[in-house]
């Protein structure tokens, strides 16, 4: 699969999930989903909320050619929260703290690496829900291990520390973008090593960081076949950078189909929309856009604007 196959299989895996998700989010465990609900009278059925927002301004900024894509990407961010653009219906909500904190610095300052709050306290998944493309792009420059070349690893740091500048946040986006290099890597099947050594791919690239490196043992779990065999009843589902992370490994460990993925994030409860959408966009990546259920897709809002920016991302040089 092509980085840009990957990109449309991995943002519709990430938009449907999110969909699914978000009328559920924070509602008691159990729920059973099988098509689109409506948040309110508002936000129809199918429509996405700020996890495929962020990821498609993200797109934006990687497809279309600036000399500060960072700052790029902050504008980007600024439009979502302020006028509503890369939403599916004109409303801009499900808006987390850190993120918005960081746009509205950002609008004050036009300094897109001293927007992030830095504090431990700042350690929500609003970073790891958007680092598809950017973990995609890593993957082209840098091959099936991206995080071994300097510039890549660089890079993908400031990306993550434009809304969350905690070294905890950064490690679980590390990890993330590891884990999509094995997955488009065709010399290996998928299997629960998969899981453990695209932690471990992460850890060996922050070894010379201590600040990065003393956030590691927060993700060890993630290294042991315990955790994979533990009951799902065991996971905790808060927007908390860590549990999301943590959560997303476990379905990917013991969910064989994107269906079942999503289906069973949304069962768990909590935070619903991030956790589908970060595990469904993984999942997608690895077994492509025709995993993702035809019926999901038709319920899916505003498909226009995701081919718009697909078809942008056609265009660049970041995404072939």
């Not at 059973?32 to 948040?39: A, E, F, P």
């Not at 998969?194 to 850890?203: I, N, S, V, W």
């Not at 993702?292 to 995404?319: G, R, V």
């Amino acid at each position: 699969m092509n980085q840009l196959s990957a990109l449309k299989a991995g943002l519709y895996g990430v938009a449907v999930a999110d969909a699914l998700g978000q009328p559920t989010q924070f509602h008691p465990a159990g729920q059973t989903i099988t098509h689109m609900l409506s948040r309110s009278k508002n936000i129809p059925a199918g429509s996405w909320s700020d996890d495929t927002s962020l990821t498609l301004a993200t797109i934006a900024a990687l497809a279309v050619p600036t000399n500060d894509v960072l700052t790029e990407t902050m504008q980007y961010f600024s439009a979502w929260l302020n006028h509503t653009a890369f939403t599916p219906t004109n409303i801009t909500f499900d808006i987390g703290a850190g993120t918005e904190i960081a746009i509205d610095k950002f609008n004050r300052t036009h300094d897109p690496l001293t927007a992030a709050n830095t504090t431990a306290a700042n350690n929500g998944n609003g970073a790891l829900m958007r680092m598809l493309p950017v973990g995609l792009l890593a993957v082209q420059t840098a091959g099936y291990r991206p995080l071994q070349m300097p510039a890549v690893l660089k890079l993908s740091c400031q990306f993550a520390q434009l809304t969350h500048g905690h070294p905890r946040s950064t490690v679980a986006c590390f990890i993330y973008i590891a884990l999509l290099g094995r997955l488009q890597d065709p010399s290996a099947a998928f299997d629960i090593t998969t899981l453990q050594e695209a932690t471990h791919d992460a850890f060996a690239a922050v070894a010379m960081n201590p600040a990065l490196t003393n956030e590691c043992h927060y993700y060890t779990a993630l290294t042991t076949d315990a955790f994979y065999q533990q009951s799902a009843a065991n996971l905790s589902t808060s927007g908390y950078v860590v549990d999301t992370l943590l959560t997303c490994w476990w379905l990917l460990a013991n969910c064989a189909t994107y269906e079942a993925v999503v289906t069973t994030a949304i069962r768990l409860g909590g935070d619903t929309d991030t956790i589908a959408s970060i595990a469904g966009g993984l999942v997608a990546v690895r077994d492509g856009f025709a995993s993702i259920p035809d019926t999901w897709l038709a319920e899916l809002q505003d498909k226009t604007q995701l081919t718009y920016w697909l078809k942008k991302a056609a265009n660049s040089a970041n995404f072939k």
